[in-house]
């Protein structure tokens, strides 16, 4: 490889010559090997460009003519672009891989989702009119029909003859068939590497994953296309080198070295708050994620962690069963107290049926006759969804009839409130809050509390400083 064929290969524009794209090698045969990032990028960008060209290439899909320089094949029309689509696509993807293996500065040329949207801008597929061709062509309409059709046709595709539509309409389809393969190409990879670099940040890994499926539906888009047969044999070479990149990407994505191999994921570890509220709203997603049936269970598995990371000691029983509970106890020897939590989740806004309503003064009874050597159980808090209008009134009737304090927090705020306070609660200032906020907790209750926080960590450490500076 030498200097001078690299600069010329990076300089090669497709609305200048056609001739010389048809004679390059293998892009693994070509000067892009070894070649440098700053070379490699300007490769990627030049290709790019000359493959977003060619989807408004019209004239040259029509009537383009190039030969072969070292074979003398001519090719012309539909085939001579096809063919320039493959090559230069192919050195995209390949200058692309590159750059991405020799973990370069982003973004790389073309390498965005808004780049995707618009190979998609692109796709148009006249299915419709193609039909109409047809039954114009094989002349079984009636005669006013037929010439309804007609004008309709040449008015859509500003055609003069039907000769000139049938070539607008082939146009189309093939354009729209490139610009899929493109706009899936784009989309995939791109949502890759984003996912990687989100993932060398502190953002949850549930935010994360969004991307994640986007690449996986769109990459399998990308194959099951082609897959299906029918399918040109450029477009199909040309995706397997497409979805083999993006692979390449997921494999860099799945198998970082910098991990610790050592390390065992533990129960911390599956805390998702982002999950908490649409768990309790029986979301759609939550559904397709986990099922319907399972929603329930998992709800509760994720208020178990987060208690437990407040401080709290929990025990979860009538495990199976359709209310979920979760006995917590304080594990702060200055706050001895038990409270009982309520997991609910509903895709409406919670209103306390009846039928919670007794079951839980059931419960509270068997709770309290079965806690002799613990903490005396001090309140209720219930989780769920956003609640209804009338549910503070609901609350206040089940509070006297229970004789112990009721309150009804979304789910929403705990995930705030895991939040925003770093570490544990103090416990006897959260039921202290908790008890003096009304019935319904209202929003806010997480940022009260981390105030609290931050004033005794205020107090510490100054606290602390002063006992630091009596020894120096």
Known sequence: MTASELSRLVALDISKTTDAFLDLPLPEESPLIGAAPKMLRRAADSFYRSWSYLVSAKELYLRGEATVASTGETLSGKDLWWQLFFVVGAYYDFSIRLLLRKQTVYPLPGLRIAKAEEWYSKVNWPIDAGRVLISLVEGDLLEEEAEQLATELLSRFKAASLNEAADAVLWEADRGLAAFLAGNYILALSSAVMAELLRRTNLPLEHIEDLDGISHRT????????????????????????????????????????????????????????????????????????????IEKVFEQQLALIVQSFGLYVVSTRTGQRTVDLICISADPTARFTFLLEAKTTGRPYTLPRDDARALLEYIREVRTGLTTLPPLHFVLMIGPSPSATLEKKLQGLEAEAGLPIRYCSAHEIAQLREVVAGPLPLNDFADHLLLASRVVPAGFAQTMRSRVDELRSSHEALVRTMLARVR
Request: hydrophobic share 35%.
């Open 219 to 294: 990459a399998a888009s990308l194959f099951g296309g082609p897959s299906s047969g029918g399918w040109p044999p450029h477009v199909l070479e040309l995706s397997q080198r497409a979805l083999a990149t993006v692979f390449e990407q997921w494999v860099r994505i799945y198998d970082r070295p910098d991990s610790d191999k050592s390390h065992r994921i533990g129960p911390f570890s599956s805390i998702r708050l982002t999950e908490l509220a649409p768990l309790a709203n029986r979301d759609a997603r939550m559904s397709k994620k986990y099922g319907n049936k399972r």
